[in-house]
């Protein structure tokens, strides 16, 4: 027998790594290349080939040969060394404790065989019925357990597998009371479940009637924890690390019919929600995109993006889609829908956009208060600020936009615990990404207080973003004086504001009487001047704030259509760098 030492000695580190990472020379007896355990765009993993261990600086995980393949094939020490042990061709003894997962392993190949051998009759009737080629079905290991209390028991004591074995691997029931055993699955369609590394870990069995339950799982044991299986997924991480789309969907049925029809990302939970431990498994196979297509309506996928665990979110982009007609994804397959299969996995609910809207549609943006209650809601998710976060990176983005606050002062605001704490009105308000605009439509309001026949000049289009200043624009159309504007807003909240800024508008001081006609013409001449200049400048904010919005979706947009989009920022900046020429000119 051989030694852990023996299966090092035959083995070389980089060729192992070299499997999962592409790695490229770095000096003398060293590698690197990108590390496998966390998201990075240049490569801080590196292979000391002649000492035998590996060491990322960006997420300081490292080790020899052993640890590797522990943590990239998510395996215990045991399971590691004899997978090493069999490419280096190295024979070596189970440590005690070690052979329980692999005894399990070998009760279910045992089971397989039994289930497999009953398959002809109605249960492959049923399969083919569903639409499933003998390809399929024998790809996906397709059997039938039979009716019968003892079927596969009595075939396991012909083979001197013990009833101990078969109740630890889940085959078996005993009965608490009298003690009797008897077989787990009956009268059930067998689909034997794999883990990501193609391990048989248990099973799943589907009735052929409207017995209860539907489907029966094997229970919880060393080999198989249904919180980190994922069913299909030994087929489906090929195409991931190419960067193909994970397509999680409910159903064995749904997961097989899709891989016939070409759909060969698809994979299905156990009966459980997505968890913290899926998102670490798939995210060590490179998984970077999930696709949630349920059998449900809007609400209904609503639903599921509210409850869907952040790590997920944190991790992937993830999006829950279903198919138009309302159907599962197999009945749509079996009834030749592939375009709508195709069409849902195009479209869905975006899981960062639904979280900020659904924060919108719950709190509102008309107030302060709803505006901080959107902030609060969204910053747990937010507050991620690693750079390979997408997800939080999108969703700062997005309300920045919605919100109309300046990106840097979200992340500003977002890193300050203090800020967060009080997150008081003043500083909402520093936060607008239009305070500017509005401080110059006041000073555009300030001076038609001083004169309201100047209202002429403007051209009645512009989108003032100061409600308060869009009310008295529209009040002050065909006022000869202030006073004729304020009565308007006598006792209204509008009427403070405008008694202040006729107050900053004509502060004569201590003006005599014999020179306020001559002060009323300079600041009548200034009002005049001070209106085209601000026009000219909100003008100019708008024109920026619509490039702004272009160049965020050049970044999106088919290459067809980038082009168009990168006209119209040109000919935007030409007229603002027009408009930049006429105010200089007229100074």
Known sequence: MGTKEDVRARLNIADVIGEHVRLTPAGKGRLKGLCPFHKEKSPSFQVDVEQGYFYCFGCKAGGDVFSFVQRVENLSFGDALRQLAEKAGVQVEAKYGERSSRDLYDVNAFALSYFREHLPGPALDYLRRRGLTDATIEAFELGYAPEGWDGLLKRARARNISERQLLEAGLLIENPESGRVYDR????????IRDHLGRLVG????????????????????????GELLYGLDKARA?????????VVEGYMDVITMHQ???TGAVASLGTALTAEHATLLERLGASSLVLMFDRDEAGLKATLSGLDQVLGAKFRVRATSVPSGKDPADALLAGDDKGIRQALAGGLDEVKYRVQAAVE????ETTEGKRRVLMALLPRMQNLDPLDEGAERMRSLTS????????????????????????????????????EEDRELALLRQLLVDPTLLAK???????????????????????????????????????LLIRLMFEGRDTGAISRDTNQLYEQKVNAYAAAAVDDIQVGLSIDSMRAEVDLLKRQVAGAPPAEQIGLLRQIQDLQRAIEAEKRARRGSA
């Open 185 to 192: 699955f009956r009268a059930r369609v067998m689909f034997p």
């Open 203 to 226: 099973f799943g069995g589907r009735v052929l009637d409207d017995s209860k339950p539907k489907y029966l799982n094997t229970p919880e044991t060393d080999a198989f924890r249904k």
């Open 239 to 247: 195409g991931l690390s190419s960067g193909a789309e994970l397509i």
């Open 261 to 263: 029809h070409g759909f």
């Open 362 to 365: 719950a709190h509102g943006l």
């Open 401 to 436: 936009e919605l919100l109309g606050i300046r990106p840097e002062a979200l992340l500003e605001w977002i890193g300050s615990k203090a800020k967060r704490r009080s997150l008081t009105d003043t500083h909402l308000a520093g936060m607008s990404a239009h305070r500017a």
């Open 458 to 496: 403007l051209d009645g289009t512009m989108p003032w973003r100061n409600e308060a200043v869009r009310k008295v624009m529209l009040a002050a159309q065909g006022a000869q004086s202030p006073d004729d504007i304020l009565e308007v807003f006598r006792g209204q909240p509008e009427e403070q």
